[in-house]
């Protein structure tokens, strides 16, 4: 239960995972277009993780307690799907949307990352989803510094999705990395200010709010992984990889590629 705090070698280990994640949403990027499937998106990151890189894919056969192995190097979600997307012969068509989730493990430790990607035309409700959704990641991270809390976290995003009509998925939340995928704390997208966890310097954890169009129910798929929004609304995601720093933040997952900050942050 007690919660690592990440020295200097593990940070400029965690630095360099971070970097190589983000990287491979940069590689990958200009493959997103209609007419490629899931299947494809995976297998070339699979390969670019792999033999370039030189990095381990950890969703790859990653079997967390209750769940069978994920069969796959990366995750795929598409439209109404949440998270955990199994890569597969789905086709990508025009005015798609899908959120692409890298984890990557270099000398032992984990960067976690994901992006939204438009499919030639989004409609205009799945680009504002998608829009607020990297605010609201932002947002959070934005509040990262010791003394703030989890719940401040929490609350700065809740406060953003609602405000713009949007609910958050409660079932899955961010979370502490290092040597280890998924480590203490829990970092729920949702709650009060001021509430939960006081942050300290050398925390690592993620910030990954999923942001449903519609309610915020949940619907598990079949294939143990897969979760889709219940009402079959679109949901977003966007997740970055964190340090806190003795005077704020440090965003771990970054890259060339990476998108701008939203102009709403003062970053
Ligand atoms: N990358 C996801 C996260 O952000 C976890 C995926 S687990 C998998 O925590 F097994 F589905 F890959
Ligand atoms: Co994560
Ligand atoms: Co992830």
Known sequence: MAISIKNEQDIEKMRIAGKLASEVLDFITPYVKPGVTTGALDKL???YMVNIQKTIPAPLNYAPHGHVPYPKSICTSVN???CHGVPGEKILKNGDIVNLDITVIKDGYHGDTSRMFYLGEPSIQARRLCEVTYECMWLGISIVKPGSTLGDIGYVIQTHAEK??????QEFCGHGIGKKFHEDPQVLHYGKSGTGLKLQTGMIF??????????RF?????DGWTVVTKDHSLSAQFEHTVLVTPTGYEVLTLSE???QSPSLIMA
Do not use: R
């Open 218 to 222: 949940i619907k598990q798929l079949g």
């Open 80 to 82: 109404h799907q949440i």
């Open 206 to 215: 993620t910030i990954e709010p999923m942001i449903n169009a519609g309610k």
């Open 45 to 47: 990151c699979h390969d």
């Open 164 to 169: 713009n009509g949007f609910s958050v998925v």
């Open 257 to 259: 590629g990476s998108p």
